[in-house]
């Protein structure tokens, strides 16, 4: 495996890149003074001066690889760029900057919303940071540098992988967020300077300790640009922004903008991951590993359209860039220079950075063929990586779908990766919305999902459950708009999904109809415990164990405001809502230990009257019993869908002792224990053991 990018070794660095048809390339070093991080008023100018450059040298023919070992600079700050020299076919002198796609480090991204342009000077030998505002950005901005890569000491913070006994995959409860939005809101509590960065989600792990999460993972922190979203509000002509961050230009970095003090972004980093170590929570990213942030052919050039962009990108027959991602390129992970950027870059974050586990957007991609763009039969590069000794115990899960294919249960589950199951979610909405049909699937949901990834064991777990994540309704909005409402993201509302199953219960967004507004509260926690009796990993969004909205939209990607913040006031004033969640997944995880896990446990299902499951479409009552044989104890479990009580009948003969009523905030009312002919209101879920837990 090469070494491409910088490296320091003591005093000298090595430096490799592979640059195809080059005639001469070189390597400039800028000098960066300390205080370039502090805020610049819009339309002001600052010189960096040239420190040195060197000449690389053509080092192999393979790639066409070029480097070179110099000493390292004396300064304290030092940005590079890498300078090469062309001709094209009519022997015309090309001259292009590339900003080095191994970069560990990055300069220009540093404060959230501020736009630095970088224009190189040759003959003063000065490079020009242009501070712009985005109204007063001048057209010439467009082909000019949005960063530089910048020579960084990595952090001194040690980071222990393995320093807390993991639980099963299969226990696991994964607490989705994103770093801005997090803290970002006034009501946080964090310090102004701490907000929306990791030094503000720090602050966040106890609480979410408390709350039963297992994981934090994390939206994309691969540098981005916020600010390559053109497309304004119609509602008050505000810029949008690329918040979610799914446009990697850097897979080493981390995003400046999302650190306190911009030099310290590794540290700070792995100070949040030693502090979800030491709270038992291990720390995912959600990694773009499928597109870069070049875009389309007319989109910016940082690097691979510099560098060969046949090698890097998957092509049309017509010679145009393929886009399987819906983000105007896709890169071409069946070849080696770009399975190395993979490789090289998970083990960066997980061996240097501390990371448990990563969730790969638009996994599929990884298995296109390299030449025709084709879905391969086996997926070379998704075993590679599972097999990569160096990430044996490392969280692989996949987005299982691209925008030109549908992959689940296929590609990942053949080289043994757990997958974002939609299906669970659609099937768990459809039931909680009342449609008839659906007791096979939801059977089929609560037992791992079988039918699509073969029979679950104790030590796989192919079934990642969720109902909601950043993409799409928050779990509350499931259950207050029929529609989308997503005309504040300037596309005439037609982003988004459309198939969302969702049921506004009479009221489209807020009411104040309590009959309307009781039923929103039965199903949303019905929703939340039939996601935490399920067997597999769970995942959650952020602000779902209160009740977040999004006011109907369900594509908040260009969102960077209260819609995308979480008011933590919310978790205070709907506190009986967070303590429901937390007791939940406190019974999840008896469940698990005492079900899911063993592999001395046998799962039986029942109609309502206690006798053999009645699958009629027309059937909206469940009754299933999980024995576990070797502890001698049995889980009941009874889902009434219907939007009218339904009494059950369960024949066990030893003591019921209820656990759980999603129909009450609290528990279980007294008057149902050891009962074993129970009537159980519309759109909830009783369970009982037969051993007092």
């Not at 796609?101 to 342009?117: D, H, K, M, V």
């Not at 990766?417 to 699937?441: C, H, M, P, Y």
């Not at 989308?484 to 807020?510: I, M, Q, W």
């Amino acid at each position: 495996m090469n070494r491409f990018g910088i490296h320091l070794d003591e005093n000298y660095f090595n430096f490799s890149l592979p640059i195809p048809d080059a005639l001469k390339v070189e390597l400039w070093f800028f000098g960066i003074p300390l205080n370039f991080f502090e805020s610049h008023n819009d339309k002001t100018t600052e010189n960096l001066p040239l420190l040195r450059k060197y000449d690389l040298i053509k080092a192999s023919t393979d790639h066409e690889i070029w480097q070179g070992k110099f000493e390292s600079p004396v300064t304290v700050l030092t940005a590079y760029l890498v300078k090469v020299f062309r001709s094209d076919s009519d022997g015309n002198s090309i001259t292009d900057w590339i900003l080095d796609p191994f970069a560990r480090n990055s300069l220009g991204g540093e404060l959230w919303g501020q736009i630095i342009t970088f224009q190189v000077d040759e003959k003063c030998g000065l490079l020009k940071a242009c501070f712009e505002s985005e109204d007063s950005l001048s057209k010439a901005s467009s082909i000019k540098l949005k960063r530089l890569a910048l020579l960084t000491e990595m952090a001194k913070v040690r980071v222990e992988s393995e320093r807390f006994s993991k639980k099963s995959l299969g226990e696991l409860v994964i607490y989705e967020c994103h770093v801005r939005g997090m803290t970002q809101h006034h009501s946080s509590g964090v310090p102004v300077r701490q907000r929306g960065n990791f030094s503000g989600i720090q602050q966040k792990i106890k609480y979410l300790s408390q709350l039963g999460v297992d994981v934090v993972e994390l939206l994309p922190i691969f540098d981005f640009d916020e600010n390559e979203n053109q497309l304004r509000n119609p509602e008050n002509q505000q810029n949008l922004k690329n918040y979610w961050g799914y446009s990697p230009i850097l897979w080493f970095a981390p995003k400046g903008a999302y650190a306190e003090n911009p030099l310290y972004r590794h540290q700070e980093f792995k100070e949040f991951v030693q502090e979800c170590h030491l709270h038992k929570i291990e720390v995912w990213l959600d990694v773009v590993y499928n597109h870069s942030a070049e875009q389309d052919a007319k989109g910016p050039k940082y690097h691979f359209k510099m560098m060969n962009k046949e090698t890097w990108y998957l092509q049309t027959p017509q010679g145009e860039l393929h886009n399987a991602s819906g983000c105007g390129n896709t890169l071409r992970c069946g070849h080696p220079l770009v399975k190395e950027l993979i490789l090289g870059s998970l083990l960066y974050w997980h061996e240097g950075m501390g990371v448990d586990g990563f969730r790969f957007d638009l996994t599929s991609i990884l298995n296109r063929h390299p030449e025709t763009g084709d879905f391969q039969d086996f997926p070379n590069l998704l075993w590679e990586l599972r097999q990569e000794p160096r990430l044996k115990n490392v969280r692989l899960i996949s987005e299982p779908w691209d925008a030109h294919g549908y992959d689940l249960g296929r590609s990942a589950k053949k080289a043994g990766w757990t997958e974002w199951n939609d299906r669970f979610r659609d099937t768990t909405r459809k039931v909680i919305s009342g449609e008839v049909g659906q007791g096979l699937a939801l059977k089929d949901a609560i037992e791992g999902s079988p039918s699509i990834f073969g029979e679950p064991s104790t030590d796989y777990w192919p079934s990642l459950n969720f109902i909601t994540s950043h993409d799409g309704f928050t779990l509350w909005d499931l259950f207050s708009y029929s529609e989308k409402h997503n005309h504040a993201n300037g596309e005439n509302n037609r982003d988004g999904h459309s198939a969302n199953f969702s049921n506004n219960l009479g009221v489209e967004g807020p009411t104040e109809n309590q009959e309307i507004l009781g039923l929103r509260e039965q199903k949303w926690r019905m929703a939340w415990t039939i996601l935490a009796i399920s067997r597999g990993p769970m995942m959650f969004v952020a602000g779902d164990e209160w009740g977040r909205t999004q006011y109907g939209n369900n594509n908040a990607y260009c969102q960077d405001n209260e819609l995308n913040w979480l008011n933590w006031q919310e978790s205070e004033t709907k506190s009986e809502r967070v303590e429901f969640v937390r007791k939940l997944l406190a019974l999840r995880a008896r469940l698990c230990k005492s079900c899911w896990i063993s592999s001395s446990s046998k799962i039986s299902w029942f109609n309502s009257e206690g006798f053999e499951a009645d699958w009629s479409p027309h059937i909206r009552s469940f009754v299933w019993k999980i024995e576990n044989f070797e502890e001698g104890m049995s889980w009941w479990f009874l889902c009434n869908s219907y939007d009218a009580p339904l009494s059950f009948a369960i024949k066990e003969e030893r003591s019921i002792f209820w656990q759980w009523n999603s129909n009450h905030y609290m528990g279980v009312p007294n008057d149902l224990s050891n009962e074993k002919f129970v009537e159980l209101g519309p759109f909830s879920i009783l369970i009982g053991t037969t051993r007092q837990l």
